[in-house]
């Protein structure tokens, strides 16, 4: 199984932020995100091949009960419905982070925790930025998503001109519960994080969707590993 990296740390992000998690992250991601933090799993390249018996030795080093997948982006990744046969154990949480542009049935999770990628997020680069707004966005993928698993919503906000877009997007699909709906700060750096969530966090409570932390921003200020 081809693994960019395994981590021990805090869930940043969504309903579970704070839950110590054991992090597994997959290579290779189609996306090439303007303010992607994990610029070094996006090749698939970037993966090693570990055996089962290793993954497992690894992730059982932890006191944690809660895995996460993530990446790269691990929907696009054949391995994903056996790597979650081989950590699921009983007792164990795991949830799957996605953004959403594919949809694969009956997978062994817990949370499927879904970032669909705004128009904010289209990279610099002309050949990247036409793939990206390709497959940034696949409704029915989403709809189908949100129809087969225990979902939450995830909202980088760089702007507040990214608030209307969120609302337009939020409406297209079925039955969304806002409380579901986390909008974060898009950050780099502990003092930007913090000036974006009192009008994000203010936004929030006038609208009912969920302010989202993002822990390994203000805690770490994304050093890998964290």
């Not at 337009?168 to 750096?189: H, I, S, Y």
Request: net charge neutral.
């Amino acid at each position: 199984m081809l693994i960019n990296e395994i981590f021990y740390s805090l869930q940043g992000e969504g309903r579970l932020a704070g839950v110590p998690s054991v992090f597994i992250r997959l290579a290779g991601c189609p996306l090439h995100c303007r303010w992607c933090d994990t610029p070094y799993a996006q090749s698939v390249s970037a993966g090693t091949k570990f055996t089962k018996e290793w993954i497992l030795e690894q992730v059982n080093r932890y006191p944690a009960h809660h895995l996460v997948i993530t990446g790269g982006e691990p929907m696009t990744q054949p391995i994903l419905p056996e790597l979650l046969k081989v950590v699921r154990r009983p007792g164990t949480h795991i949830t799957v982070e996605t953004a959403g542009i594919m949809f694969v049935r009956n997978l062994s999770c817990d949370l499927m925790s879904i970032s669909p990628k705004l128009s904010n997020s289209t990279p610099a680069n002309p050949t990247q930025a036409a793939a990206h707004e390709r497959l940034r966005l696949n409704v029915q993928a989403l709809k189908d998503l949100l129809r087969h698993y225990t979902y939450q919503l995830k909202f980088v906000v760089d702007s507040q001109g990214d608030l209307d877009e969120i609302v337009r997007f939020v409406e297209e699909l079925p039955d969304v519960k806002l409380g579901l709906v986390f909008l974060m700060p898009q950050a780099v750096r502990r003092q930007e994080y913090l000036e974006k969530s009192l009008w994000l966090a203010d936004y929030c409570l006038h609208t009912g969707f969920s302010f989202g932390p993002r822990l390994q921003v203000m805690l770490w200020e994304g050093q890998r590993g964290k």
